[in-house]
């Protein structure tokens, strides 16, 4: 017969199993919803030097890649603090790399669909089984509305006149008071794929 002792132990260890797994799915869900993805787009040509300047077009014509004048200084700012860092000289006159940004943030709405009537038990469906969802199409869903932002930069070798690469971020805005972080991890990645790119 099992003791008292034991059988606490082994129910402080499942829960704690349980624990552990509800912050991984929590982690795993939260990484999901903020994930940024990239693109790499118009590569005309392989690397073939380091480049040591640059220039930021829009800063220099005064032309905004975002509407919105907060959002535009967050990009041109941190472009030209990522690649400064990374080593590179801001050159007005004669960069060997030519940087040029814009943006396109279009409204979307996705459809949710709730399954108010989970089939517990049943690993094989079956067509004639009743489902009460089939008599009620209209609780088993809704739409959200939400942001798909891209983040354009355009990477240009002025001696060929050719496209380096054209790099694409890519995400999903819920709330107007995630998009300015958006903004600035989007501008990180830019950075990380450009420094992969030219290595």
Request: with cysteine.
């Amino acid at each position: 017969m099992l003791s008292f002792r034991y059988i606490k132990q082994i129910t402080h260890y499942k829960m704690t199993q349980i624990k552990k797994l509800i912050i991984l799915s929590l982690l795993l869900f939260g990484t999901a919803c903020s994930s940024i993805e990239i693109f790499k787009e118009k590569t005309e040509f392989k690397p073939y030097k380091n480049y040591k300047s640059f220039v930021i077009l829009n800063r220099e014509i005064g032309h905004k890649g975002f509407p919105d004048d907060y959002l535009d200084a967050l990009v041109s700012d941190g472009l030209k603090d990522i690649f400064e860092n990374q080593g590179l000289v801001y050159e007005r006159e004669k960069p060997d790399l030519i940087i040029r940004y814009t943006s396109n943030e279009d409204k979307r709405q996705k459809e949710i669909y709730n399954n108010l009537y989970p089939m517990w038990g049943y690993r094989v469906w079956d067509p004639w089984m009743y489902d009460p969802r089939m008599y009620r199409p209209q609780d088993t869903g809704s739409s959200r509305n939400y942001e798909l932002m891209q983040l354009i930069v355009d990477f240009i070798d002025p001696s060929n006149e050719k496209m380096l690469m054209s790099l694409t971020a890519v995400s999903e805005i819920h709330n107007p008071k995630e998009k300015n972080r958006k903004v600035m991890k989007s501008v990180e990645k830019i950075g990380e794929t450009y420094l992969q790119h030219i290595k």
